[in-house]
């Protein structure tokens, strides 16, 4: 667990939407940033598109992203992987086809003081469930999969495989409705104990702001491809 854990939970707040944070033009030069962006894994098995998003591409969209985030969380240093040459880079941006099954973005180094995520909907329709149950230890994907469990020899940015939740928060089944709408792609029993917070409805315009410390997981909710992008802060 993290040993800062202390001073994170001091830093937790509700999950918060921003309604028409960016304009038009705005969420246009995103999704132009995205198409000259290079592909960093092309996962054609989970049908996902990850790039990353380098600095350099648009320094005014980088500003205006920086600007508009300090304004709804304060001082924050960004917390991402490095890229080929170590530099920094912005955040994740993914395509997929696909539901993303429960995980927390806790990081990859053990010891920060992770702060807030953001997520900025460059498609329409789709849904992410925020739980109110939250993790201290580290990016990791929660699974009861024995496959996935085995998965031992992980590369740099990949998430720990476990099924710790399990025995974290409680026996109670989870809600059968709310598992039909939203959440058919996990078995219900992977969600025991859990509990859900806030469930965004992407739209356009808006960005989604949580703790990193929050389980979450896309809802089962795709008509065809979503697009998002997802950035990552400590303190
Ligand atoms: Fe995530």
């Not at 202390?6 to 304009?23: A, D, G, R, T, V």
């Not at 246009?28 to 995205?34: A, H, I, M, N, V």
């Not at 969209?61 to 912005?90: A, S, T, V, Y």
């Not at 065809?224 to 802060?233: E, M, N, R, S």
Request: proline residues 3%; hydrophobic residues 30%; contains cysteine.
């Amino acid at each position: 667990m993290n040993s800062k854990i202390n001073e994170i939970k001091k830093l937790e707040s509700p999950p918060k939407i921003i309604k028409n944070i960016f304009s038009k033009d705005e969420i246009k030069k995103f999704l132009e940033l995205y198409k000259k962006l290079p592909t960093t894994v092309h996962n054609k098995k989970q049908n996902v598109i990850k790039k990353r998003w380098l600095h350099g591409y648009d320094k005014d969209l980088e500003q205006i992203f920086c600007d508009r985030l300090k304004n709804e969380i304060g001082e924050f240093k960004m917390d991402n992987l490095k890229d080929d040459d170590g530099k920094d880079i912005l955040g994740l941006i993914q395509e997929s086809y696909a539901p993303i099954g429960l995980h927390v973005d806790g990081g990859f180094e053990i010891n920060n003081k992770i702060y807030k995520q953001s997520l900025i909907p460059l498609s329409s329709v789709g849904s992410t469930v925020i739980f109110k149950n939250r993790y201290y230890g580290g990016s990791t994907s929660f699974t009861q999969d024995p496959e996935e469990l085995n998965k031992k020899n992980l590369s740099y940015g990949q998430n720990k495989r476990s099924d710790i939740h399990l025995k974290m928060y409680g026996e109670k089944k989870f809600d059968e409705k709310i598992h039909k709408k939203y959440l058919n792609h996990e078995k219900i029993d992977n969600l025991k104990g859990l509990e859900v917070e806030l469930i965004y409805e992407w739209e356009v315009g808006s960005m989604l702001i949580f703790d990193r410390t929050h389980l979450h997981c896309s809802s089962s909710v795709i008509e065809g491809k979503k697009i998002g992008i997802a950035t990552f802060t400590k303190k």
